[in-house]
């Protein structure tokens, strides 16, 4: 790979058959999860006219996931991983077909998609820990940045794709179809992940399962660089929380149905066009201080996102976000899995994964319950700017993550 290019080296996608099985699927999924993203937060919305709801269905299912990210990881580190990886998203489907028959009901049941969610959303968990500890096997490590950046960009695009087609679904013909086509694209999925080969974990002594949960929640504690960068993580994702106000929001802005898809793709496009341009991150020589950087400088794109006069404006703070958080996710996802040993690679995806996701719910009740005393304008902007000021102190803490310096290929 040329270290002087901008852009991203897809040459993975030729050399590895089994990476591209899993970019197909996941490409699909997260087209299909879109859809879902958009018509959930929607018929809520509908449902109840309460932002506060909205922000208590992502808040469970974020609570599902972090269940399922936990014994996911135990199970990751035992067991083989591509079958972990195929029960969850054959799983997920059903949940997705519960949706689509409860939206297709006269009169859709509130706690229907609740429970819904939480199914979904601890299937999904067991699978995103089981693929996570795969990765350095399908790719080698020396290829992780590589590999991560054009998984991301396969997510951030289908993420692009999908709220437009699901904002226009919702104009034309309510949240069903949505819902429908979401269970159809995640069934399809299972097709390319089938051709994986068996990924079986590297032996280990058995112990119980809480205890070896514990022994990796010890290890991700007492690393000095991954402790960090799961704390920037979960900062990273409570500003992403702020979609729950996306329809309030667009209220607002007096925003049509297909435009609130528009907001939704916002940060995937950012995203994407991080990286696709990330050809260099892998060669910088302190990794650390670009992930903290770029994290401040995100939450303050939040901060100021709700307060643009127009909702153009208010979608080009969303998509530097997305640009800038993807720049330090790549980071986060490098640096575990070169710094985490084989062993513990389940359950420390695991545990990063949760970290994140903690954040999202925490972040997604908290702007909820923010909108029940103010303006879900002067919800968004403060949470972006307590977020910044939390990023400075961290930035300020964590030393030997800022110092961190990687050996650069000559």
Known sequence: MNRNSLLLNLSLLKTHPAFRAVFL???ISIVSLGLLGVAVPVQIQTLTGSSLQVGLAVTLTGSA?????MMGGVLADRHERRRLIILARSTCGVGFIGLTINAALPEPSLAAIYLLGVWDGFFGALGVTALLAATPALVGRENLMQASAITMLTVRLGSVISPMIGGLLLASGGVVW????ASVGTFITLLPLLSLPKLAPPPQARENPLLSLWNGLRFLV???IIGGIALVGALLTMASAVRVLYPALAGHWQMSAAQIGLMYAAVPLGAAIGALTSGRIAHHATPGRVMLGTGVVSFISIGVFSLMPVWGLGLACLALFGYLSAISSLLQYTLIQTLTPDGMLGRINGLWTAQNVT?????AAIL???TVAMTPVAAASSGGFALTICGVVLAIVLVQLRRYQQTVPA
């Open 25 to 27: 699927a996941r490409f």
């Open 65 to 69: 996931m972090f269940i399922g990210l």
């Open 178 to 181: 949505n819902y429908a086509l």
């Open 222 to 224: 007492g690393h000095p």
């Open 359 to 363: 954040g999202d719910a925490i972040g």
């Open 368 to 370: 909820g319950g923010m």
